[in-house]
């Protein structure tokens, strides 16, 4: 019943922006930490973003501090993702997913639900 959509991916130059969205349906985001992480070819999944219920708190790897923003719209139940000056090691399958618990984690463990991925990926 709870369903995690993402979009908004897709093949870009080094530098280049993109937004990715997050669509949930079957529970109140509000309610639900969120968090999005990634996942290259021959690599294990990494953490990228997150942000509490509120949205007031957000954690971000290091590798994407400066670059990356989440963000997230109760009203719309749509969680994003702004990635700015984009690099080749972004290239990844990227997945949204979503907490039960309040904080913005960075550990894949706390997250109870997840959607089916967009891809990115960005030429040098």
């Known amino acids: 019943q709870v369903q995690l959509v993402e979009s908004g991916g897709g093949l870009v130059q080094a530098g280049d922006s993109l937004r990715l969205s997050c669509a949930v349906s079957g529970l109140t985001s509000r309610n639900y930490a969120m968090g999005w992480f990634r996942q290259a070819p021959g690599k294990e999944r990494e953490f990228v973003a997150a942000v509490s219920r509120s949205g007031g708190i957000t954690r971000y790897a290091d590798s994407v501090k400066g670059r990356f923003t989440i963000s997230r719209d109760n009203a719309k139940n749509t969680v994003y993702l702004q990635m700015n000056s984009l690099k080749p090691e972004d290239t990844a399958g990227y997945y949204c997913?979503?907490?039960?618990?309040?904080?913005?984690?960075?550990?894949?463990?706390?997250?109870?639900?997840w959607g089916q991925g967009t891809q990115v990926a960005v030429s040098s």
């Open positions: 997913a979503a907490s039960l618990g309040l904080a913005a984690s960075s550990g894949q463990g706390v997250y109870d639900y």
